[in-house]
């Protein structure tokens, strides 16, 4: 059996990533036609063509496509394991890349990540801020935030804190249209929908035994809470949000919290990064100041790990 050729399978990610021969040279740090000739010999290897090239462009193939989320793991395995073996004997350096959603990097990773970096100046962080759930391995991602109720997964989770969560409203919307004073109530009310879900997915609301379960009827739907701020305090509608999105309304006054007696399923901040337990040290860093710093903040209580 012959061995893998992981110099092939490196070269072919970089160009594959970078969409360019000469810049995934420059990022792996050979000329031009060496990574050419280790992705031709890994394409003559297999009997397939990788990538398509012309004098203009570069693409991934069909079936280049097909294998690139394998080529990533194995080339971050390699990579994690040969940092791992050296990274306790020098200084932490080197490129991680954090997932995490919009709102909540806006709204509180700043000082986190502001704090990492001064203790270890040579780190270099990419944030992507979105509310997509990411492919950790075929992306290439490191660590990602993520707040929901957890369903089983092969990535490795690192439970941070709650999430409180409130259903709110404008005092002047209340006045027009009338407080709910049971969930139920809120069928007759613009009950906006918030979160990775349906438009027809109901909200579940319990008390003492009793549960209730309510459509959102609109006018608005999305994934992303502060678009839904200026509508609640134009008296638009009810929402059930994260308290750290609605925070400074409900703070000013200009939202208050309804049917605070009533119970939501909890969501949780959740630390994932790619299966391998094997990672750079400097990613073991970030994730453990991560943990330590958000349970710290103004999230939520603290919540054992659920995994390392």
Request: charged letters at 20%; proline letters at 6%.
């Amino acid at each position: 059996m012959s061995l893998p050729d992981y110099d092939g399978w490196a070269c072919f990610v970089a160009v594959a990533d970078s969409g360019s021969f000469t810049a995934a040279a420059a990022s792996l740090g050979m000329s031009k036609a060496s990574v050419s000739k280790a992705v031709t010999r890994l394409e003559t290897s297999l009997g397939i063509a990788l990538l398509h090239r012309s004098s203009r462009t570069v693409t991934v193939s069909t079936a280049g496509a097909g294998l690139l989320g394998e080529a990533h793991a194995m080339v971050a395995a390699a990579t994690a394991a040969t940092e791992a073996a050296r990274g306790d004997r020098v200084d932490l350096a080197g490129p991680i890349r954090l997932a995490a959603p919009m709102s909540f990097g806006i709204k509180v990773l700043g000082a986190p990540l502001a704090a990492f970096l001064a203790m270890h100046p040579a780190v270099e962080i990419e944030v992507m801020l979105s509310d997509a759930r990411h492919d950790l391995i075929a992306e290439g991602i490191d660590l990602s935030l993520r707040i929901a109720s957890m369903e089983d997964s092969s990535l490795l989770a690192r439970t941070i804190a709650p999430i409180a969560a409130s259903v709110i409203a404008s005092p002047a919307y209340l006045e027009q249209r009338g407080t709910p004073r049971h969930p139920l109530d809120l069928g007759s009310h613009r009950l906006i929908g918030y979160g990775h879900r349906e438009r027809t997915m109901p909200l579940h609301f319990h008390r003492d035994g009793e549960e209730a379960t309510v459509i959102p009827t609109g006018p608005l739907f999305t994934n992303n809470g502060d678009i839904m701020i200026p509508l609640l305090i134009a008296d638009g509608g009810i929402a059930v949000l994260p308290d750290f999105i609605a925070e400074d309304a409900l703070a000013s006054g200009a939202l208050v919290r309804i049917l605070a007696d009533w119970s939501i399923p909890q969501a949780y901040l959740h630390l994932l990064s790619p299966p391998s337990r094997l990672r750079p040290a400097r990613v073991r860093a970030l994730s453990d100041h991560l943990v330590e710093t958000l349970k710290r903040s103004c999230i939520g209580r603290d919540s054992p790990d659920s995994a390392g």
